[in-house]
């Protein structure tokens, strides 16, 4: 890398705020107040994130009369559901290549309920007035490199030899650059219906928004510290208060879970993601991007990226860092390292952006689990439900999950809950340290398989034949 080049990208992050572009909002709203008593209720929800939400909000819509209280140990959006990318897809499975891998036999289902529920989610953001710019664009997977393109067109053939390329084309390179004009773009594929972009926190502070209106109580900065039996329901004990419910629904996904035996499930992966300043008619003007589709690219170790409303580009992915142990902290929010490598990607991928700046740059942890798609369960004889393990698609598919939580609890064997999906669990991750060094291992392998035109060495084939695997 030349010292000349090095510096030209480096200065174009000069001025970026190390915060969320979505959180960095002035119409943040003010937190409810924390727990400061003794509470009761019919289902009480852990966690102020999408899957939380989403649980609240259903449940009120489903039974009005039924009480529902929500904690959120700091403030609604404020982790993964405010500082994602703001893919909102209507796959439930982490994509179809994931679910037809997985789930053959269900697959058809899954993509239609998956389409259903992305039809619920633009549904619910006009009936509850939610300003968070939700675009049906669509999205394109694009290739980089010839095995690629390849690979693009072959996993189109079998979509539609299998009856899943409704709505799905596959486009050549002039094709592809007549949509977004990148040198490095040599095919596409363009799934035009199943996905939407949306500003994530203004969904997340919508929501709460649309719970309290139906009479939710949320209580924020308000953590919950333990879970145990209370009679014929639950308690669970917060640093100023306990509440007893019926029934409790856990939506704290990369935090550690309140049911301690589904903690080996999952672990959390650090992402990062940069911000560009708005962009002149001119510069947009020279990547074209007119229909404002989501875009990402094939490579195993893949970018995500994405015009916002005031025309900025979002340029995310590539490092998914796992932390040795699975903690959480604070201080992995920030990786100046990772920053500058995402900027030297952002302008090799589109050179004509040269002089353009960065006006913000983040990270933050998401959870993961081994086959990439959620997992759901029950505890303390079906008085505890949760879903995790999203993997980075949980935008659209944490309303799919609060369904299965509210119809696990209530005891229901529905369309969902008869899913094999639904039903199994993955592997587990194993403890410290074979967890960091398998992971090691894959990411390592991962990368090579990169630079050898996709050739999969012995590990990740061994991983696929077991159905392991690590992503954001």
């Known amino acids: 890398m030349a010292p000349s080049a090095m510096s030209r990208w480096t200065a174009s992050l000069a001025d970026a705020r190390p915060a969320a572009y979505w ?11 924390a727990l400061t008593a003794a509470e009761t209720c019919d289902l009480l929800v852990v966690g102020g994130g999408y899957s939380g939400l989403w649980t609240a909000l259903l449940a009120k819509e489903r039974d009005p009369r039924r009480d529902v209280v929500l904690l959120e140990g700091r403030e609604a959006g404020w982790a ?29 289902r899954l993509e239609e309920l998956g389409a259903r529920n992305l039809d619920a989610i633009e549904a619910a953001v006009a009936r509850h007035s ?32 299998r009856g899943l390329a409704d709505g799905i ?21 363009y799934d035009r219906r199943g996905v939407a972009m949306l500003n994530p926190a203004r969904l997340a502070w919508g929501l709460k928004r649309a719970c309290l209106a139906l009479g939710v109580r949320v209580y924020e900065h308000t953590p919950a510290l333990d879970l145990v039996p209370h009679g014929a329901g639950m308690a669970v004990r917060t640093p100023y208060g306990r509440v007893r419910a ?26 990062y993601a940069l911000m560009t300043e708005p962009l002149s008619a001119d510069r947009l003007a020279s990547i074209g991007w007119r229909n404002r589709q989501g875009l990402g690219d094939s490579a195993n170790q893949f970018h995500y990226f994405r015009l916002t409303a005031d025309n900025r580009i979002l340029w995310g992915g590539y490092d998914a860092v796992y932390p040795f142990g699975g903690r959480v902290r604070a201080e992995y929010d920030e990786r100046p390292e990772t920053y500058a490598r995402l900027a030297e990607h952002f302008f090799t991928c589109f050179p004509q952006l040269e002089g353009v700046r960065f006006s913000h740059a983040w990270g933050g942890a998401i959870d993961t689990c081994t086959r990439f798609s959620p997992f759901f369960g029950t505890a303390h ?28 609890l209530a005891g229901e064997t529905t369309e969902r809950t008869s899913l094999r999906m639904v039903r199994t669990k993955p592997l ?17 392998s991962l990368a090579r398989a990169d630079a050898r035109g996709g050739h999969r060495n012995l590990w990740l084939r061994t991983m696929d034949r077991l159905g392991l695997g690590f992503d954001s």
């Not at 897809?89 to 179809?96: I, K």
């Not at 968070?132 to 189109?156: K, M, N």
């Not at 004889?381 to 609060?402: C, D, I, P, Q, S």
Request: charged share 25%; aromatic share 10%.
């Open 130 to 161: 939610i300003d968070c710019d939700f675009e049906r664009t669509g999205e394109i997977d694009v290739a980089t490199e010839p095995y690629q393109a390849q690979e693009l067109r072959d996993w189109h053939r079998e979509l539609r030899d």
């Open 80 to 108: 993964a559901s405010g500082r994602n990318g703001g893919f909102c897809a209507a796959s439930l499975t982490h994509g179809l290549p994931n679910g037809l891998a997985r789930w053959p036999d269900e697959i058809h």
């Open 428 to 444: 587990p991750f194993p403890p410290e340290p074979f967890a960091w060094t398998g992971i090691a291992l894959t990411k390592w």
């Open 246 to 271: 019926r029934r409790v629904a856990l939506g704290t996904n990369v935090f550690p879970s309140l049911v301690r035996r589904a903690r080996p499930y999952t672990v959390p992966v650090y992402d």
């Open 23 to 33: 959180l960095d909002d002035p119409g943040r709203p003010r937190p409810e107040p």
């Open 381 to 408: 004889r079906g008085r505890v439900a949760y879903a995790a393990g999203y993997t980075g698609l949980g935008v659209g598919a944490t309303r799919f999950g609060a369904e299965v939580m509210l119809d696990l």
């Open 169 to 189: 084309d596959f486009l050549d390179a002039d094709a592809v650059r007549g949509q977004v004009d990148s040198p490095t773009f040599l095919a596409g594929l």
